[in-house]
């Protein structure tokens, strides 16, 4: 660890000068949903998580060894660690301020002061302290630093005393967070909530196996049968190893072992930990993480991490001359797998609208070669128990293969009877089974769309011009409508009253607009005449939204997209601060983009990120439960929009909400025939 933190950090000691002022906190306030990812449940909790990150950063980086987690009777939270302290000296631009008053009262980019060797930067990680602060009713920070203990109070972002010599200390180091979330941002009744709170320092001592995490909280805010303990002392010394065993309690598993280890990445670039085993019966899961931070929408790490295991247990079945072997699918080995899976590297970059993926692209090939290569002598160690999980993953790949061939006897018989538009370039699979098609608007992207698609399982219909508002028009105009038809046709799952899901020839329906107003408002009626005339395909959710890039922004060998201006202007501070020439192209339409890069941004699912359409209501009928539980099941899909408002926005005759929607949707109106 600490020859890691020497390597990546040119500086020993760190000091007011790295400290890059930006902007007060007044746009947090104003928008705390662009820094937070919203004002709900799971944002407020996500106030304790950037507090406790900077701590947990501090341990990995060698410095602290223990923190304590404290919910207050008053239900605020006090974070402790026996760290460095956080830098008390004077900012030489700022005359008047201290390191710390900076830290906590203007937005900074994570990564330029920190000097740390795993930083949690990317956006929304990184720029924690100020934001939680702008958004805390009150934040009070203690500091043991140089045996001098220091003092400073704020309220809702400003300081409310000076920093304050508290006297000395002699045989304590660390830093005190305590805060309190304000109210008028997130509701009265907002409240944290022990279990979550107690599942969150549990999640950090696995990941962490230096750090010993104190939990305690106020007896009055736990039930009588709480499973939340009052105190309790974590510490996991065997890391994951020991979260997988409590996850999979006494569950068999497959040749009865795990596949656990730590491993330095080529060049000492970082390392990687890994849990893994094949539960006997029931379903597996993923979760991942990098610098601790959960990632529940995977990214390059977990890429990685599934091409070392299908291409390791192909190989080793080659090896021993099981030819079945090679007939397994990365799905058929990672679906039931319960796997837990840490990264550690400098400066990651994460993406997402709440920053939930990691997608530093030299991840994946780290982290691929190095489990690769523990997999492989895990493999040859145990010949037995490596013989068990190779039978038991041909037996999985015959399963899905016959139960494949069963969908593809019935979808080619409906095929056969039916015709398929002209313009519709299919995808070669013949079974719906993770194929996909893409909706897009006009001819051009069309092309593009064609070139960059995975011609197996991926599927193009271009559709001109605007499509018919399907809402107000009659029956008969809408059949007569060509793209209302030739979509129909391709789905070949019917409409009204004759739609029949199993008759789906695809698995998604990717709807992919420009990211503009026209785009927004092709997207809508698109979305509303599913709503009224298949409704269950939104239903069982297989309707999505892809998210095209507006701009991408290059400086050097930093690039990046953004999806919106918010986006934009949020990269422009954060991943690209301090850059002096950034490169900021506008993208006018799908077409324009280059098919590689299309690809890249909004079409492979290994890179994209799609929305799901749903009805709020169906989410219960879709098993989305919106509770968190860091523990497990964090729901791994992509977000989701709400339709029915949508729907009713373009509803027939209400031609002021339907104004209103577009003026939403666009920040420049333009000309469009609603
Ligand atoms: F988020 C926060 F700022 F509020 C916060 C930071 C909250 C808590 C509970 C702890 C911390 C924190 C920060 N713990 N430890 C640190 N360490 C530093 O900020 C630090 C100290 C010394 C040096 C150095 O180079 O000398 C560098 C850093 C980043």
Not at 183 to 202: C, D, S, T, V
């Amino acid at each position: 660890m600490s020859d890691l933190f020497a390597a990546s950090s040119p500086k020993d000691s760190y000091g007011a000068k790295d400290i890059e002022v930006l902007e007060g906190l007044e746009p947090v306030r104003k928008r705390p949903g662009m820094y937070i990812g919203g004002t709900d449940e799971r944002a407020f909790h996500h106030l304790a998580s950037e507090i406790l990150d900077n701590s947990m950063d501090e341990a990995v980086a060698g410095h602290a060894s223990r923190i304590e987690v404290t919910l207050n009777a008053d239900s605020s939270l006090t974070i402790t660690d026996n760290g460095r302290g956080i830098p008390v000296d004077k900012h030489p631009k700022h005359k008047d301020k201290s390191a710390l008053e900076v830290i906590f009262t203007t937005l900074h980019a994570g990564g330029k002061f920190s000097g740390k060797a795993y930083q949690t930067s990317g956006g929304l990680h990184g720029v924690g302290s100020s934001v939680v602060n702008a958004l805390s009713e009150w934040l009070h920070v203690e500091v043991a630093r140089d045996k001098q203990l220091y003092r400073q109070e704020f309220a809702r972002g400003l300081p409310t005393t000076k920093l304050k010599k508290m006297g000395s200390v002699n045989n304590r180091r660390g830093t005190t967070v305590s805060f309190f979330p304000d109210h008028e941002i997130f509701g009265k009744k907002a409240k944290f909530k022990p279990l979550w709170l107690y599942q969150m320092a549990r999640s950090k001592a696995y990941l962490f196996r230096g750090v010993e995490i104190r939990w305690a909280c106020d007896p009055e805010l736990l039930d009588k049968d709480s499973k939340v303990p009052a105190e309790e002392t974590i510490r996991f010394p065997n890391g994951l190893e020991d979260f997988l065993n409590a996850s999979l309690k006494e569950m068999p598993i497959v040749g009865g072992r795990s596949f656990c280890g730590v491993a330095d990445l080529p060049d000492k670039a970082g390392k990687v930990e890994f849990a893994i085993a094949w539960p006997e019966r029931g379903d597996g899961f993923i979760h991942s993480y990098c610098n601790t931070i959960p990632t529940p929408q995977g990214g390059t790490h977990e890429q990685g991490l599934r091409s070392s295991l299908s291409k390791g247990l192909r190989a080793y079945g080659d090896m021993v001359g099981a030819k079945k072997a090679s007939n397994i699918t990365t799905d058929d080995i990672m679906d039931g797998a319960a796997i837990l899976l840490s990264l550690f590297i400098p400066d990651p970059q994460f993406q997402g609208q709440t920053k939930e993926k990691l997608a530093s692209a030299e991840a994946a090939k780290w982290v691929e070669t190095t489990i690769k290569d523990h997999f492989d002598h895990w493999l040859s160690a145990d010949p037995s128990a490596s013989k068990a999980l190779l039978d038991e993953m041909i037996y999985r790949a015959e399963e899905r293969a016959r139960k494949k061939d069963e969908k593809a006897t019935a979808r080619k018989s409906a095929t056969r009877k039916l015709r398929l538009p002209g313009k519709l370039a299919d995808c070669a699979r013949q079974s719906a089974n993770d194929t996909e098609i893409f909706l897009v608007e006009g001819d051009s992207a069309g092309g593009s769309a064609k070139q960059g698609r995975n011609r197996e399982t991926q599927a193009i219909l271009p559709l001109r011009g605007k499509i018919l508002n399907v809402v107000s028009a009659s029956k008969d105009k809408i059949r007569a409508n060509q793209e209302v038809q030739d979509m129909i046709q391709a789905l070949g799952c019917g409409t009204g009253n004759d739609f029949d899901l199993s008759k789906l020839r695809y698995e998604r329906i990717i709807i992919m607009t420009d990211a503009d107003v026209d785009g927004a408002h092709i997207a809508a009626l698109l979305i509303t005449f599913f709503y009224t005339q298949m409704r269950g395909l939104i239903e069982a959710g297989h309707l999505y939204l892809a998210q095209p890039p507006l701009y991408r922004l290059v400086s050097g060998t930093t690039s990046a997209y953004a999806r919106d201006d918010a986006h934009k202007d949020e990269l422009m501070e954060t991943l690209f601060k301090g850059k002096s020439k950034v490169d900021v192209s506008r993208f006018k339409g799908l077409g324009e983009m280059p098919a590689a890069q299309l690809k890249e941004t909004t079409m492979n699912p290994q890179t994209r990120t799609l929305l799901r359409v749903a009805i709020p209501d169906a989410r219960a009928a879709l098993g989305l439960a919106e509770e968190m539980d860091l523990g497990e099941n964090v729901p791994h899909g992509p977000d989701y929009v709400a339709v029915d408002s949508l729907v009713d926005e373009l509803m027939g005759k209400n031609a002021e909400k339907r104004f209103q929607f577009i003026q939403d949707n666009a920040a420049f109106a333009q000309d469009l025939d609603i």
